[in-house]
């Protein structure tokens, strides 16, 4: 009974979590013992790195990686375990998606109909590339959460599933954190000049975002499916 309950409402129990947490450093944050907040924010990471990267990774996101590697740079972390430490992360993040599809079909095509064309995309990537989308979806700006979702809705072995996981998590982690530990004096020179002419990075990162999200949505838009084609 307790199995079926957090099956049936893993959305749920997933955006408790994440909104739990995101309350629980907010507090950290604010009592910080240093001034400013991006004083606060880096004192935070050093002091709770690892359980924040951890969780960041449950959402993918690469900026958590792009500062652990910074830390990992600077010595307040260490280098192999933030791999393993992200790695784990990703992969437990989209083992909760996978499952949330196996087990949420009727749910997830009544609530996530306007999301139809990219459950379209990755039905069609799945058929064309089989497992190795595993790894690759991770590369992939609005589909990351798709592809786990739709592979779930499919009859794909989930032992199967989760040993490849495991693997493109780790891969993903050292990709992104390796590079930036090597090349973190560089980046946080970057990034001191991008404070410095904030005026002139902010066009420019909006330009860029919004070059992604164009391309991805005309890339949903001709691979767009009747419904019926991801039952």
Known sequence: MLRNLFV??????????????????GVDLYYAPVEGFEQKLVYLLKEQGYI????????????G???????????????A????????????GDQIYFYTGRYNKKHIHK???SQRRKFALAHLLLKRYGWPI???????????TVIPISIGLTRFDAKKFA????LSAWCWATITVIPTWYFGKQILELL?????????????????GGSIIYYVNKATQKTHRPRKEIE
């Open 81 to 92: 375990l933030s791999i393993f430490v992200a790695g784990l992360g990703g992969f437990a």
């Open 163 to 166: 040993l490849i996981n495991l």
């Open 134 to 144: 595993i790894f690759i979806q991770r590369y992939m700006y609005g589909m990351r």
């Open 111 to 113: 609530h996530l109909i």
């Open 52 to 63: 924040i990267l951890f969780a960041w990774s449950i959402l993918e996101g690469e900026m």
């Open 192 to 208: 001191a000049y991008a404070k410095e002419y904030w005026f002139l990075a902010i066009p420019l990162a909006i330009t860029i």
């Open 8 to 25: 049936n409402h893993s959305g749920k129990f997933l955006f408790l979590g994440v909104l739990t947490f995101a309350i629980i450093l």
């Open 65 to 79: 990686l792009i500062m652990a590697g910074l830390l990992c740079h600077t010595g307040d972390m260490n280098l």
